[in-house]
């Protein structure tokens, strides 16, 4: 439990205003859920860096003042990025971007159906007891997506306000689809904005997924992406993490089936007064399977990041292969990373590794950029940019590179003046 307790009779009351359709008992079973259980706290082994009790104040501010959500102002998602383009303002949904989509993408809402949702945890029971509306996306069988379908979500913070997102996808046998997830927020008051994806990707299909996350630096998120992999299925995941103030990223992935693939990983860049978490889990639970994670920190200023990363090889998995590394770049002293790789083994025939760096700017290589006419500054900027450039070039939607390289310079630029100052 966390030291900040939940308001539960407010929550009680935001529940009972939402609208009575197809969520109605979801919501009132997470309710419930969520009162014997409680939220995470630090005291957790899973959450010991992580604590969420102003996440929670922010909560309680906004069930308090009647739990509104604020007008949502439908922005368009940035031109630079070619994709359909599917937008979540304030956790609601826009009606227009959900109409006229290509041939093989099938979108209902969540509340004219009685979905099943899969666990989350319990910022999972969170979202369902207060999900305005969710989304079902389905790409159907043997289908190739020409463009990225991509998922906009835009925070306005006119007022401390908390916001959920949940939207489930099937990508059918044999399909080849690549999703984009743009988070980005506006405003200065408080905000949390909580979301839950569950991406199901069946036999012999290809999911390549992107999520880019630029909120506003005194913004807060959660996010839970979980994955099952079909046979002879392939995932391509990599993430962005820009902005935020405290943002906790978890990405589950289930191998359940032989010949699956997963490929994931992720760039997160602190600075001053941000608090950055990313905690994945692979279960494979049959093999021969195949799993690979990379994810590099870059950090400066008075900044914290947390990287768990946990590969379980469960009985009778033979024939895996799991590897993980996770790279850190420090940019200065106050700057902090707590790295945890884990893998746990049950089963004989597999192979296995995990590794963790962390250090500085190499002085040599600075020395030696100096000599060819560089100012310190911008030889620090150029090794630094090197580092991000890896897991860039590893990005599976190609057309986001100059995009993504961009975004990434520029949040640079600012994160190595936050430290010089």
Known sequence: MNSTALSFDALERAVAALPDNGLSALRRAALEQLRRDGLPGAREEDWKYTELSSLIEIANNWLDQGAALPAPSMRAAPDAIDATWIRIANGQIDDDSITGLPDGISVKRLSDTVPELAPAGRLGDFNIALLHDGLHISIGQDVTLQRPLGIHVCDEAGDDSVSQVRINIDVAPGSVASFVEYQVSEGEADLYSNSVINLAVADGARADYV????????????????????????????????????????????????GAEADFGGLYLVGDGQHIDNHTRVDHRVGPAVSNQEYRGILDGKARGVWNGKAIVHEGADGTDAQQSNHNLLLSRNAEIDAKPELEIYADDV????????????????????????????????LTRAFAQATIGRTPVEQLHDFLAGAVDSRLRELMHEGDQ
């Open 351 to 382: 192979k296995c590794s995990h590794g963790t760096t962390v250090g500085q700017l190499d002085e040599a290589a600075l020395f030696y950029l100096r000599t060819r006419g560089l100012s310190r500054r911008d030889a620090r900027r150029m």
């Open 211 to 258: 999520r880019i996350q630029n909120r506003h630096k005194r913004h807060n998120q959660t996010s839970h992406l979980t994955v099952g992999l079909g046979k002879d299925a392939r995932l391509r995941h990599t993430s962005f993490d820009l902005g935020g103030r405290l943002v906790r990223n978890d990405l589950v992935v289930d191998i359940a089936q032989p």
